[in-house]
């Protein structure tokens, strides 16, 4: 059983910055970010492939977010940049060993969330 803790939300303006952390018991071959928010449906955010280091993202959060890991802490990260309204909203952290089931939002293990609110 993995266990993930998410840490680093909390509230900024617009054009600021958030960096979330991703605390995992064990190592897992795939992780990524997702959010919900209010009256929207669940949101890939990104995915990032611990083996090859291959990183996936969402059209929305292209240019502005980075997802990045710290192997040796099993800490998945992700660095957001230009925050807009829009990107609020409670973001989760996933893992599994099938990159399929993490993709559809399918994945074995979440995190309790972290909430991100960014004002205008």
Same mark, same amino acid.
């Given at each position: 059983?993995?266990?993930?803790?998410?840490?680093?939300?909390g509230s900024?303006?617009?054009? &600021?910055?958030?960096r979330l $952390?991703?605390?995992?018991?064990?190592? +897992?071959? *795939?992780?990524?970010?997702?959010? @919900?928010? #209010?009256?929207?449906?669940?949101?890939?955010?990104?995915?990032?492939?611990?083996?090859?280091?291959?990183?996936?993202?969402?059209?929305?959060?292209k &240019?502005?977010?980075?997802? $990045?890991?710290?192997?040796?802490?099993? +800490?998945? *990260?992700?660095?957001?940049?230009? @925050?807009? #309204?829009?990107?609020?909203?409670?973001?989760?952290?996933?893992?599994?060993?099938?990159?399929?089931?993490?993709?559809?939002?399918?994945?074995?293990?979440?995190?309790?969330?972290?909430?991100?609110?960014?004002?205008?």
């Amino acid at each position: 059983q993995v266990q993930l803790v998410e840490s680093g939300g909390g509230s900024v303006q617009a054009g &600021g910055s958030l960096r979330l $952390s991703c605390a995992a018991s064990e190592y +897992t071959s *795939y992780m990524g970010w997702f959010r @919900l928010a #209010p009256g929207k449906e669940r949101e890939r955010v990104a995915v990032f492939d611990t083996d090859s280091g291959t990183k996936y993202y969402a059209d929305s959060v292209k &240019g502005r977010f980075t997802i $990045s890991q710290d192997n040796a802490k099993n +800490t998945l *990260y992700l660095l957001m940049n230009s @925050l807009k #309204p829009d990107d609020t909203a409670m973001y989760y952290c996933a893992a599994d060993s099938l990159m399929q089931a993490l993709w559809r939002g399918g994945a074995s293990y979440w995190g309790q969330g972290t909430q991100v609110t960014v004002s205008s």
